[in-house]
C-alpha cells in the first residue's frame, strides 16, 4: 500500500468515527455555516464539535503549515481528504473569511510575528474576519479609498468610512484598506492594516436589504488606534496585497454554493414527482440544464484550483470563476421559487421558517455586486483572458 493509499484508508476511518451525523447534511446557505468568532451562533452543537475535531488535526485549514494551525497536508493529501469529505457528504467545518482571504494573503506578505499571531486563531475558529474595502466613494473603482491613516508616532490614527463590509457587526477584527500617502495617485499611497473591532472609536450599523436581513454593514472609524505592527507588508504598497486577495475572494464568492443540496432533489421535494419525473415540462428542463452548468463549474473550479495549488496565479480567471459562480446562484434560487410556487412568497410563518426561501432569493441579487459587479468581472475577462480589441 502506498502512502497515499494509506492516507485515504486512515482519513476515511478518522471521518467516519469523527463527523457528526448532523453534519452530513447540505447546508442551506451562509447563515447556516459555522463560522466561529469569539461570540459564535451554532445551529446545533454538532457544529462547534465538528468545527472542533477537524481544527484538532489542522484540518479547517489542511495545506496551511502546521505551526501556524493547519494540517501540513502536501496538495495530494489534502485532495484526498476532500473527496473523503464529499464521499460522506461531511460539511466544511468553518467558514470564515479568515480562511479564505485574509489567510492566504498572510502566509504571503505577512511577518513571523503576524502570521503566529493571527493564523492560528483564524485556524481554530476563534477569531472571525470582516473585510473593510468598500467605500460610498469607492465600490468599483476601490483604488480612491479616502479612509485616513496618519503615523502619530507610537501608532496610527484611523479616521473614515467603509460600506458592504459583510458581517461586521459580528466580526471580532478588521483587515482594512487606508489611505496612508495623501499626496500620492490612487493606486500608492494605500496601506494594509488590521485592527480589533472592540477599538474605541469603531462602529459597525446593519443595513437592512430587500431581504430583511442584514449581512452587510456601514462601519465607521473615530480617532482608532492601530498598534503599527498591524500593519502588513510595507507602508504605502497595500494595494499589492488588496489586488492578491481580491482574487482569493472572488474565487470564494464564485464557489459558495459547493456544498448545497442538488437543485433536482430541491425542487422533486417541493413539488413532487410523476412517473419518478417531475410533472412540469419546462420546470424540468430548466434544473437539468442548471445541474448540467453547475457540474461543468464545478470542474471548471477544481482544475483552476489545483492549478493554482499547482503554483499558477489565478489572475482574471479568479473574475470568471466569481461572475459565473454567482449568475449559476441566482439562477438556482429563480428555480427553487418557480418550483415552491406561491408558497414561495410567504414572508413570515413558522411553516416558511419566515419567508427563508424568498429572502435567500432576494439576497442572491446581490451576489453580482459583491466583491465587483458583474460588469467589472466581464471587462476585465475582456480584457485580460479574451484580449479583445480595444478592452
Same mark, same amino acid.
Given at each position: 500500500?502506498?502512502?497515499?493509499?494509506?492516507?485515504?484508508?486512515?482519513?476515511?476511518?478518522?471521518?467516519?468515527?469523527?463527523?457528526?451525523?448532523?453534519?452530513?447534511?447540505?447546508?442551506?446557505?451562509?447563515?447556516?455555516?459555522?463560522?466561529?468568532?469569539?461570540?459564535?451562533?451554532?445551529?446545533?452543537?454538532?457544529?462547534?464539535?465538528?468545527?472542533?475535531?477537524?481544527?484538532?488535526?489542522?484540518?479547517?485549514?489542511?495545506?496551511?503549515?502546521?505551526?501556524?494551525?493547519?494540517?501540513?497536508?502536501?496538495?495530494?493529501?489534502?485532495?484526498?481528504?476532500?473527496?473523503?469529505?464529499?464521499?460522506?457528504?461531511?460539511?466544511?467545518?468553518?467558514?470564515?473569511?479568515?480562511?479564505?482571504?485574509?489567510?492566504?494573503?498572510?502566509?504571503?506578505?505577512?511577518?513571523?510575528?503576524?502570521? $503566529?499571531? #493571527?493564523?492560528?486563531?483564524?485556524?481554530? *475558529?476563534?477569531?472571525?474576519?470582516?473585510?473593510?474595502? =468598500? @467605500?460610498?466613494? !469607492?465600490?468599483?473603482?476601490?483604488?480612491?479609498?479616502?479612509?485616513?491613516?496618519?503615523?502619530?508616532?507610537?501608532?496610527?490614527?484611523?479616521?473614515?468610512?467603509?460600506?458592504?463590509?459583510?458581517?461586521?457587526?459580528?466580526?471580532?477584527?478588521?483587515?482594512?484598506?487606508?489611505?496612508?500617502?495623501?499626496?500620492?495617485?490612487?493606486?500608492?499611497?494605500?496601506?494594509?492594516?488590521?485592527?480589533?473591532?472592540?477599538?474605541?472609536?469603531?462602529?459597525?450599523?446593519?443595513?437592512?436589504?430587500?431581504?430583511?436581513?442584514?449581512?452587510?454593514?456601514?462601519?465607521?472609524?473615530?480617532?482608532?488606534?492601530?498598534?503599527?505592527?498591524?500593519?502588513?507588508?510595507?507602508?504605502?504598497?497595500?494595494?499589492?496585497?488588496?489586488?492578491?486577495? $481580491?482574487? #482569493?475572494?472572488?474565487?470564494?464568492?464564485? *464557489?459558495?454554493?459547493?456544498?448545497?443540496?442538488?437543485? =433536482? @432533489?430541491?425542487? !422533486?421535494?417541493?413539488?413532487?414527482?410523476?412517473?419518478?419525473?417531475?410533472?412540469?415540462?419546462?420546470?424540468?428542463?430548466?434544473?437539468?440544464?442548471?445541474?448540467?452548468?453547475?457540474?461543468?463549474?464545478?470542474?471548471?473550479?477544481?482544475?483552476?484550483?489545483?492549478?493554482?495549488?499547482?503554483?499558477?496565479?489565478?489572475?482574471?480567471?479568479?473574475?470568471?470563476?466569481?461572475?459565473?459562480?454567482?449568475?449559476?446562484?441566482?439562477?438556482?434560487?429563480?428555480?427553487?421559487?418557480?418550483?415552491?410556487?406561491?408558497?414561495?412568497?410567504?414572508?413570515?410563518?413558522?411553516?416558511?421558517?419566515?419567508?427563508?426561501?424568498?429572502?435567500?432569493?432576494?439576497?442572491?441579487?446581490?451576489?453580482?455586486?459583491?466583491?465587483?459587479?458583474?460588469?467589472?468581472?466581464?471587462?476585465?475577462?475582456?480584457?485580460?483572458?479574451?484580449?479583445?480589441?480595444?478592452?
Amino acid at each position: 500500500m502506498s502512502d497515499l493509499d494509506q492516507f485515504r484508508q486512515d482519513t476515511r476511518a478518522w471521518l467516519a468515527e469523527n463527523c457528526p451525523k448532523e453534519m452530513r447534511k447540505p447546508v442551506k446557505g451562509f447563515e447556516d455555516a459555522c463560522w466561529g468568532g469569539r461570540n459564535p451562533e451554532y445551529s446545533c452543537p454538532e457544529q462547534k464539535l465538528w468545527m472542533d475535531r477537524m481544527a484538532s488535526r489542522g484540518w479547517t485549514v489542511p495545506t496551511w503549515p502546521k505551526e501556524y494551525g493547519g494540517g501540513g497536508l502536501t496538495k495530494a493529501e489534502a485532495k484526498i481528504l476532500k473527496s473523503e469529505m464529499r464521499r460522506i457528504s461531511a460539511r466544511n467545518p468553518l467558514s470564515s473569511f479568515g480562511i479564505w482571504m485574509l489567510g492566504p494573503a498572510l502566509l504571503k506578505f505577512g511577518n513571523e510575528e503576524q502570521k $503566529l499571531e #493571527h493564523l492560528p486563531p483564524i485556524a481554530r *475558529g476563534e477569531i472571525r474576519w470582516c473585510q473593510g474595502y =468598500s @467605500e460610498p466613494g !469607492a465600490g468599483s473603482d476601490l483604488a480612491a479609498l479616502a479612509t485616513k491613516c496618519e503615523d502619530k508616532g507610537d501608532h496610527f490614527l484611523v479616521n473614515g468610512q467603509k460600506v458592504w463590509t459583510s458581517y461586521a457587526d459580528k466580526a471580532d477584527w478588521i483587515f482594512c484598506l487606508v489611505r496612508t500617502d495623501f499626496e500620492a495617485t490612487k493606486h500608492t499611497g494605500i496601506s494594509f492594516v488590521l485592527f480589533d473591532m472592540e477599538t474605541p472609536g469603531v462602529e459597525a450599523k446593519p443595513i437592512k436589504l430587500i431581504s430583511g436581513r442584514s449581512p452587510f454593514c456601514e462601519t465607521f472609524f473615530e480617532d482608532v488606534k492601530v498598534r503599527k505592527d498591524n500593519l502588513v507588508g510595507e507602508l504605502n504598497k497595500g494595494w499589492t496585497i488588496a489586488k492578491y486577495l $481580491l482574487t #482569493h475572494e472572488r474565487e470564494m464568492i464564485g *464557489g459558495m454554493s459547493e456544498e448545497m443540496r442538488p437543485i =433536482s @432533489e430541491i425542487t !422533486a421535494a417541493s413539488i413532487g414527482l410523476v412517473d419518478d419525473k417531475l410533472a412540469d415540462p419546462m420546470l424540468r428542463a430548466k434544473v437539468a440544464e442548471t445541474e448540467v452548468d453547475e457540474w461543468a463549474y464545478m470542474m471548471t473550479l477544481t482544475r483552476k484550483l489545483a492549478e493554482a495549488k499547482a503554483g499558477a496565479s489565478l489572475g482574471a480567471d479568479s473574475s470568471m470563476l466569481k461572475y459565473y459562480g454567482t449568475e449559476l446562484n441566482k439562477r438556482r434560487y429563480e428555480l427553487m421559487m418557480d418550483a415552491a410556487g406561491h408558497d414561495g412568497l410567504e414572508w413570515e410563518g413558522e411553516r416558511s421558517k419566515d419567508g427563508d426561501l424568498a429572502r435567500m432569493w432576494l439576497r442572491t441579487k446581490g451576489n453580482s455586486i459583491e466583491g465587483g459587479t458583474s460588469e467589472v468581472q466581464l471587462n476585465i475577462i475582456s480584457k485580460h483572458i479574451l484580449r479583445l480589441p480595444g478592452a
